[in-house]
Each structure stands twice: as C-alpha cells, then as structure tokens.
C-alpha cells in the first residue's frame, strides 16, 4: 500500500476486534482511517466509531469477492445459542462447482438458556429468528428443516451473523407468534358490528385421532365477508361427547364470543349434535337467541350433497367397476384402442370425447367417466363380441342404470360447481339451488325402475332431514337479496308443498318479522347504551330508558311503515350476472338500518363450512403424517396461525406486494 509523507501507518496488533485482521489502521493528521486489505476502501478508524461498520463492510467485500467467511464469527462478546462455527475449513476456488455440505465439519458450540437477542449494525436477530418461523408457518414447512444440514449451510453462507435455530427454539417462536396473532384476531371480532356464525368440522389425523376445526364467519364493517380458524381442538378417543362438548364451549368462552354467536353450521353426526346442543343451552340460559333459535342450527349444504353422491355411487358400484376395468382395458394397448375407435365408426357414435378414467378421491371426475363412457355403450358392446378377451362390458340393464344414475350426478354436479364457483358464497345463493334438487328428488322418487326409486327415496329420506333444520334460514336469506325478496319463495313452495304452500309461506313470512323485530329491539337497546356511555353522567338519560322502549312498542301498533315493509313493497332489483349483495346492502344501509343488520347476520352464516377446494373430495379432511405427529397445542398455533396470515395476504391483494409481505412479516 502506497503512503504519502504525512501518513503513518498504526500497529493493529494491540487492538482487540478480530475485524482488525482485514483493515489496516492508518493516521493521518489527527484523523484515523482503516483501510480494507481487500478493496482498499477507507472507512472511519477511530476509536470512538466502534468496529460494527467495518465489520458490516466486510461482510459484503467478502461476498463480493468470494473470500473466507469463517473469520467473521469470531465476534466479540461468547457464543450464542445453538451457533454453529466452522472448522478447518478453507474456501478455494476449486471448490467452486463441486461445493457440497460435506466440505464443512460444524462443532455444536453449548447451548445457553434463554434466547439470545444481538444485533449487529443493521441485522436484527430477532426479527430475523420471527421471520424465519413465520415463513415456516405461512407455507407448512416442517419445523424440523431449521435442523436440515443442507438449511444450515444456506443460512451461514446467506448471513453468518444469524445464530441457527433449534427445533425448540423455532417452536417457541411460533408459539409466541399465534399468541400475538391471537391478540389481534380476539380485537378484530370485538370490533365486529354485527354477530359470528361458527362453523365446525372435523379433520381425521393418521391414526385413530380426530380434531374439530371451529371457524368464525362474519361480515364486516366494510361488508365483506371475513372467516378466521379459532381452535383446532384435538378430540381423544376415551373423550365422551359431553366432556367434548365442553371443551368447545370452553374454547367459545375463551374466544368470549358466546355472546355474539348468531348461527353454528355442522355435519348429520352425533359429536357435532352434542355440541350444537350444549352451545344452544348455553345461549338460551342467557337469552342471546334469536327468534327463539329457529335458525341456530344450520347443516352444511356441500356435505348433503356428498352424501347423496355415495349413495348413488354405491348403487353403481359394481357398474362402474365394469367401465373403470373396460376402460383401462382398451387403454392398456395401442392395437386394442385401434380396435375400439374402429368399433365406435361402425356404430356411428358421435363423440368427440376421449375415454376418462376417473379418480376416485373426486366424486365429479367419475361422474365424467361415466358421462364420456355413455357416449361409447354400443361400441363397448360391439367390442365384446368381436374380442372374446374382453369380458367386463356392462349389461343393457347396467347402461340403462347408469344413464339415469349418471342423470342425478350431473343435477349434483351442476349445483356443487355454483357453490364451489361463488366468489363471494352469501347465503343467499342457496336457495334455488337446493329447491331444484328437492324438486328433482320428488320426481325421481315415481321411477318405475326398482333401483332408481330405492335409491331415490333413500336419498330423499336423508335430504328432508336437511330441509326441515334448514329450509328456514335458506328461505330467509333469500328473501333478502332484493332481486327475489318474497317472490323466490312464492314461485318454490307451491311446487314443493302443493296446496299447503299458502301455510308454509306464512311459516317462513312470520319468521322473517319475528328476526326482524329481533334486530329492531337489539338496534334500540345498542343505541341507549350508546347514548349513555358516551354520557354517563346524565342520569336522566339513564331513566328514560323504559320511556324508550315503550316507545319502541307502541310505534309498532301505528301506520308506520319498517324498514321491512319498505323493502318488501318496493319493486325487485333487476337480476344481472355481477350483482354483488354485500355492496347492495353496505348502499343501501342509511335506508333500511334495522334490516341492513340483521342482512349483515343472515348472509354472513356458512350454509357450506367445506373449503371450495374441497367441495369434490369423496372423503373428510385428512392431516398428513408430519402435521399428525405435532402436539396438539403446537398443531392449533401452526393451523391457526397460518389462516390468519393468509386471510392477510387476501385482504392485501389490492396492494402492492411490499404491503403484503409488511403483513406476514412484521414481527411487532
């Protein structure tokens, strides 16, 4: 290094920071310089300027330049929890393409209670240590990766100055992450203007264990729809369901929004009846239902129409074993398909379908298989008597089986495919879709065909217990979607019930006031309470309150029209394919106050708690082998959490992408 005269080179060797190794410290004047062995940069070298900047620098020359890194983790101050520091090992360039972990031998150094919290310049461990546990969290990753040599190699070549994690350690952090999380999700639904509906599932973990996912559905202020996972409670097997059913009502006291719950959507079970029950009593003893809990109890309306789908398919089952087998037959040779497509010309089958071999793990694709596969019946029958190899085509009887079983498929098919195509799934939309299947179930069930009426009127059988829990509350938030109102009901029942659609009618028009005076009465006592908190020193106030209520009922007998006599009188909203109902209302709120909020109670119930993912699963939700291994409480915080950071990254789409990540990953 080349000096000029007034400058004078200082000896390092008595300075302690091992940075020291790579600068040389020169003075010039009353000044001190260190000057980088490496790139010759000169930064501060006085000793008032401490050795982070220079330590900071060095870390980026030496990535710069490919140099020896292992020098760096020499930092002042003992080693900290689970650090990893190499040994005997030199970074050449020969290295370069054939670098693998097996060059680098790491001493364990010994663990310290306590996490460590240092910083380094700019690096923050800590934020790093929580951002590193919430991208575990948001993707799945197993927790064990932290432990994965090949994670470790990349997190000490990425940043040697991040002290690795422990499976423990990382564990803690995610658990502290749920509880902060937690905080603001039990704030979010404080804050909520109208009621929860909750809904429960039941996921199946490898084994012989189950756990119940209970889901809090809303509508916000901003009218939209908003869903977040409070508990994902593990059930043991020798758990009566009384003790069960506590548990869970425990969670909700917990979550404290007993209070608020407006609805719960289950499953035709025995568990989840109980703790429908027990939670019904629960709110009864308090007088928070409405109506008298006529529309408390909701079945899932997706899970119905799943369990009309195995019945089908297990009628047919030994059918479309035939066709599954028939198909994979032809399939299995380019001679044997040749042989068929000539079979197909010779019949004159207009198609141009190719044969669909289904999965059976989604009840639509075999529903295709079998749709595709009708096409073909009479070349699959001309095959079989020109290839005496194949032996597994259907009967006539079997055809004909299959088309008017395959005909209920589709009708199933058609209306999952709605629910499941909703982008914004109110409960609105439910409605006329689960008319047109009864009315279907009750034409089906005059079949002349033995199987076909057995089968329908099995299916009925479990169809009416799902009306008569849920015809209500379905016809109810018909009724408030204002391109329908009463007329959806009109235009139903008395294809449904005949003559006594007139009563039926009634039932439904009467349960609608009935929740509506519900909500008026609710608004009334909201805005006294209001009122006298925001003055509590006015006693007078205070004392009016039954003046107020009297009010309330004897406005009730006099000529003045409600918010739901208005609406119910003024003409329908014209029906257009991106009618949004939430917007509607959220305009429509100063005109109709009382209604708006019970319509922010009624669209907001779950009528399907399944994901729209999942809507053609055959079966219930399963936990794969890593996530069946976890403890329970680390399991609910992994679940819980990473809903709550997605539903964050949804509501975030309209921003920038920085804002979204700002959401995942602020660790305050």
Not at 234 to 262: C, G, H, N
Not at 309 to 332: P, Q
Request: aromatic fraction near 8%; hydrophobic fraction near 35%; charged fraction near 25%.
């Amino acid at each position: 290094m080349e000096l000029s005269e007034e400058t004078v080179l200082v000896d390092c060797s008595r300075l302690k920071s091992a940075v020291w190794k790579d600068f040389d410290r020169v003075k010039r004047g009353d000044t001190c310089v260190a000057v980088c062995k490496h790139c010759k940069k000169k930064l501060s070298g006085s000793s008032t300027s401490g050795t982070s900047h220079l330590r900071n620098h060095l870390i980026r020359c030496r990535r710069r330049n490919n140099h020896d890194v292992s020098q760096l983790l020499t930092s002042k101050g003992k080693k900290k929890e689970g650090s990893l520091t190499p040994v005997n090992y030199t970074y050449s360039h020969e290295h370069t393409k054939t670098d693998t972990p097996n060059l680098i031998r790491y001493e364990q150094a010994p663990l310290k209670d306590g996490l460590v919290n240092g910083t380094a310049g700019n690096f923050e461990y800590k934020r790093s240590r929580f951002d590193l546990a919430r991208m575990i969290i948001l993707h799945g990753y197993p927790l064990a990766m932290v432990e994965h040599i090949g994670f470790k190699v990349f997190v000490r070549k990425l940043q040697p100055l991040f002290e690795l994690v422990t499976l423990d350690g990382v564990v803690a952090d995610c658990k502290e992450i749920y509880v902060k999380e937690k905080q603001k999700v039990c704030e979010m639904l404080d804050e909520l203007p109208g009621k929860i509906s909750l809904s429960v599932d039941t996921w199946t973990a490898k084994g012989d264990g189950k756990y119940l996912c209970l889901t809090a559905h809303s509508v916000d202020d901003s009218w939209a729809l908003r869903k977040k996972i409070l508990s994902f409670i593990y059930v043991d097997p020798v758990q009566t369901e009384d003790v069960v059913s506590e548990i869970v009502m425990a969670r909700l006291m917990e979550w404290d929004i007993d209070r608020k719950l407006f609805s719960m959507t289950c499953d035709s079970c025995s568990i989840h009846d109980s703790i429908v029950c027990k939670v019904r009593e629960h709110l009864s003893e308090n007088r928070f239902l409405l109506c008298n809990g006529q529309i408390f109890e909701v079945r899932c309306a997706v899970n119905i129409i799943k369990i009309m789908v195995e019945d089908c398919l297990e009628a047919l089952d030994s059918t479309i074993c035939k066709i599954r087998e028939s198909i994979r037959y032809i399939k299995s040779s380019q001679s044997i398909h040749e042989k068929f497509n000539e079979m197909v010309q010779e019949v004159g089958a207009d198609s141009q379908k190719s044969l669909y071999l289904d999965n059976p793990a989604n009840w639509n694709s075999t529903y295709t298989m079998l749709d595709v596969a009708l096409e073909y019946r009479e070349a699959f029958s001309r095959l079989q008597e020109h290839d005496f190899a194949y032996t597994m085509c259907p009967s006539d009887d079997e055809w004909s089986q299959a088309s008017t079983i395959t005909s209920f498929l589709k009708l199933f098919v058609e209306v999952a495919t709605v629910f499941a195509g909703s982008k914004i799934p109110t409960a609105n939309i439910y409605f006329p879709e689960v008319c047109d299947i009864h009315l279907q179930l009750i034409d089906w069930c005059q079949s002349r065909d033995e199987l076909i009426s057995s089968l329908s009127l099995k299916m009925k059988s479990k169809f009416d217990d799902y009306w008569k829990k849920c015809s209500l509350v379905l016809a109810v938030a018909a009724i408030l979607d204002p391109r329908f109102k009463m007329k959806l009901v009109e235009y139903y029942y008395p294809q449904i019930y005949g003559g006594d659609a007139p009563d039926c009618v009634d039932i439904v028009s009467n349960c609608m006031r009935a929740l509506y005076n519900g909500h008026d009465v609710y608004s009334t006592l909201a805005s006294n309470s209001q009122v006298g908190g925001s003055d509590g020193g006015n006693d007078t106030r205070d004392r009016l309150t039954g003046f107020d209520r009297f009010l309330h009922e004897t406005s009730q007998n006099q000529n003045v029209k409600s918010d739901l006599d208005k609406y119910l009188e003024e003409p329908l909203f014209p029906r257009n394919v991106d009618f949004n109902i939430l917007n509607w209302w959220r305009v429509h709120t100063p005109r109709y106050p009382v209604l708006s909020m019970m319509a922010r109670n009624i669209l907001g119930i779950p009528m399907s708690k399944v994901s729209l993912d999942s809507v053609f699963d055959t079966g219930d939700r399963v936990l794969d082998q890593y996530r069946s291994s976890l403890s329970a409480d680390t399991l609910q915080a992994l679940i819980c959490t990473q809903d709550w950071m997605r539903n964050g990254l949804e509501d975030s789409k309209s921003s920038s992408s920085s804002s979204a990540l700002a959401i995942c990953y602020d660790a305050n």
